[in-house]
C-alpha cells in the first residue's frame, strides 16, 4: 500500500501517490527554470498546469501513479527538448504502422481575430480560410429573413471563445505541449508591445458591442443556471409523474390491448388473430417487443427525474448502450411484424352473384332487415365483428338500389376479402356466407355476413344491389337507416332519410312516392 496525497492542479482536486508527486513537482521545477527568462512566465506555467490537469481528467484518473506522470512528460514534453525540431513529442511522431498523427482542430470563438463575438475567426481557424470571407457570407445572408444574423447569433451563444492557450492551440491544429505553450505566450506578448497595436477605432467599436453583448449572454447563462438549480426538483417531480402514468398507461396497453382495439374498432383484435396465427414464431415474442419498446423509454424518463431529484449520476456506459441495442431490436420487430401484417392483406378477392327474385311479384315490396341477436339495426358501427361458436360474424353489409335491365327484382350479392395474394383473397370471398329471404311482397336482408371456420378475418364485407324493374316499387323499412350506401335518387336524398319511404322505379329514376 502507497501513500497518497490531495493536489490541486489547474483547478482540479487529485490524489497522487507520494513518489509520482515528487516526480511530476520535480518536472515542474524544471520547466519553470527553463522558462525563467522568459515573458509571461507564470502565464506559461499555470498554463502547462492546467494542460496536465486536463490530460488526467480526461484518462480519468483516481490517483495519479508514477506511470501517469511518465505518459503526462511524454505527451507535454522534456524541458531539454524546447525548442528542438528533431525532438518533437511523441503524439506526432511517425509510428511503425502508418504515417505520423495529426491533431484534429477544434472550433473556438477567436478571441484575438474578431470583430464582433469572433465567430468568424474560430471558422477561419478552423477550415484555413480568411475570416473575411465568413464576415461577408453572414452580412449577405443577413438580409434575408435575418438566417445568416441568427446563425452567428447561436454560435455566439453556443461555441466557446478560446480562453486558455491550450484553447488557442487547439483551434489552430497544434499540439498542445510545454513547449508549444511557451512559444504560443512568448509570441502573444510580443505582439501586444508591437507600435500601433489595438488603434483600429472600427475594430474598438464592434468590440465594445460584443463585449456588451458578452456581459448579456454571461447574464443570462447565469440567470438560467439559478433558474435551472431551483427547478430541477420541479421538473424531477414532473417527470417521475410523467413516467409513473406512463407507466400505467403502458401496462394498460399491454394487458388490454384486445380489449382497446375492440373498444375502437372490434376488427382490430381479429386483424391481429389473425397476423398471430400464422406467425412462424411465437405471439410473446411480439408482446415481449412491445413490452421493451414502451417500457424502456419509460424507465429512462423515471430515471432522469431521480436524478434530478437526487442528483444521481450519469448511467453506466454499457447499460445505455445495451438498452439502446434492446430498444432498437424491439422497434424493428414490431415494424417487421407491422409489414408482415400489412402484407397479409395487401391483395384483393372478389366473388359475384346475380340472383333473380322470380318470387316477388307483389307491386310494391317491402325491404327490411331479418331480425337476429347479434347485430341491432340500429348499431351504427361498421366493421363490427363478433364470435358465434367458432364462426366469426361481421357487419359489414351495404345496399344499394339500382334500375333492372329486365321485367324481374335482382340481387346482385358482391363478395370481397382480402389476402396475401388474389387467389387466396377470392377463395376468402366465395367462402363467405349470406343469406336472404325473399317472398311475393317482402325481401328480408341480413345486416351481417358469416367467415367459413377454415378462414380468420380478412376484411371480408358484403355489397348488395338490389334491382327494380320500371314501374315496380319498394317500400324501404326503417330497419334499413344504416345499412343504404348511395343510393341514387330524384330527389338527391340522403340514405338515412330514403328508410320509412316507399320509392316508385320510374324512367328518369327512383322517386318517392309518399314524401312531402
Not at 492557450?165 to 502573444?188: E, F, H, N, W, Y
Request: hydrophobic content about 45%.
Amino acid at each position: 500500500m502507497k501513500k497518497t496525497q490531495t493536489i490541486n492542479l489547474g483547478g482540479i482536486i487529485f490524489h497522487i501517490e507520494l513518489d509520482a508527486y515528487n516526480q511530476l513537482s520535480a518536472y515542474l521545477d524544471s520547466v519553470k527554470q527553463q522558462f525563467a527568462d522568459t515573458d509571461g512566465q507564470d502565464e506559461i506555467i499555470t498554463d502547462i498546469e492546467s494542460r496536465i490537469a486536463e490530460i488526467l481528467n480526461e484518462k480519468k484518473i483516481k490517483i495519479i501513479t508514477h506511470k501517469n506522470v511518465d505518459d503526462v512528460i511524454t505527451i507535454m514534453g522534456k524541458p531539454e527538448q524546447y525548442g528542438d525540431k528533431d525532438a518533437e513529442p511523441e503524439m506526432e511522431k511517425e509510428s511503425e504502422s502508418g504515417p505520423p498523427k495529426t491533431t484534429p482542430k477544434r472550433i473556438y470563438r477567436h478571441p484575438d481575430d474578431k470583430v464582433l463575438g469572433g465567430v468568424c475567426g474560430g471558422l477561419g481557424a478552423l477550415v484555413g480560410l480568411d475570416p473575411v470571407i465568413f464576415r461577408i457570407l453572414f452580412l449577405i445572408t443577413a438580409f434575408f429573413g435575418g438566417f445568416g444574423l441568427l446563425i452567428y447569433l447561436v454560435m455566439w451563444a453556443i461555441v466557446p471563445v478560446a480562453q486558455s492557450t491550450s484553447d488557442r492551440l487547439k483551434m489552430a491544429g497544434k499540439p498542445v505541449t510545454a513547449d508549444s505553450i511557451g512559444k504560443a505566450i512568448t509570441s502573444q506578448v510580443e505582439k501586444a508591445v508591437e507600435p500601433g497595436h489595438g488603434k483600429n477605432i472600427l475594430k474598438k467599436f464592434f468590440s465594445a458591442i460584443g463585449a456588451i453583448f458578452d456581459v448579456i449572454l454571461t447574464f443570462f447563462k447565469k440567470l438560467f443556471k439559478a433558474l435551472a438549480f431551483i427547478l430541477r426538483p420541479l421538473f424531477g417531480i414532473l417527470f417521475l409523474i410523467l413516467g409513473l402514468g406512463l407507466t400505467l398507461w403502458g401496462a394498460l396497453v399491454i394487458f388490454g390491448i384486445e380489449g382497446m382495439l375492440n373498444f375502437i374498432d372490434s376488427s382490430f383484435a381479429h386483424i391481429l388473430d389473425a397476423s398471430f396465427y400464422t406467425l412462424p414464431i411465437s405471439e410473446y415474442f411480439i408482446y415481449g417487443a412491445m413490452v421493451l419498446f414502451l417500457v424502456i423509454p419509460i424507465f429512462q424518463l423515471i430515471y432522469f427525474g431521480l436524478r434530478l431529484l437526487f442528483h444521481l449520476g450519469n448511467q453506466p456506459a454499457f447499460l445505455k448502450g445495451l438498452l439502446t441495442s434492446v430498444w432498437i431490436i424491439s422497434f424493428i420487430s414490431l415494424i417487421i411484424f407491422g409489414v408482415y401484417t400489412a402484407t397479409r392483406f395487401s391483395a384483393d378477392g372478389f366473388s359475384r352473384r346475380d340472383v333473380p327474385l322470380s318470387k316477388m311479384t307483389a307491386e310494391t315490396v317491402k325491404v327490411s332487415i331479418w331480425d337476429n341477436d347479434y347485430f341491432l339495426w340500429d348499431d351504427r358501427h361498421a366493421h363490427t365483428v363478433k364470435r358465434d361458436g367458432d364462426e366469426i360474424l361481421v357487419s359489414d353489409v351495404q345496399l344499394n338500389i339500382k334500375r333492372s335491365d329486365d321485367n324481374r327484382f335482382h340481387l346482385i350479392v358482391h363478395k370481397e376479402a382480402n389476402a396475401s395474394s388474389s387467389g387466396r383473397a377470392r377463395d376468402a370471398a366465395e367462402s363467405i356466407g349470406y343469406n336472404f329471404l325473399p317472398s311475393a311482397d317482402e325481401l328480408l336482408l341480413k345486416n351481417y355476413l358469416k367467415v367459413d371456420r377454415d378462414f380468420s378475418y380478412a376484411f371480408q364485407e358484403v355489397d348488395l344491389t338490389l334491382l327494380i324493374p320500371e314501374g315496380r316499387s319498394v317500400y324501404l323499412d326503417e330497419s334499413l337507416k344504416y345499412t343504404l350506401d348511395g343510393v341514387p335518387n330524384v330527389s338527391n336524398m340522403w340514405d338515412r332519410h330514403m328508410a320509412g319511404h316507399t320509392w316508385k322505379m320510374k324512367k328518369e329514376g327512383l322517386t318517392c312516392t309518399d314524401c312531402d
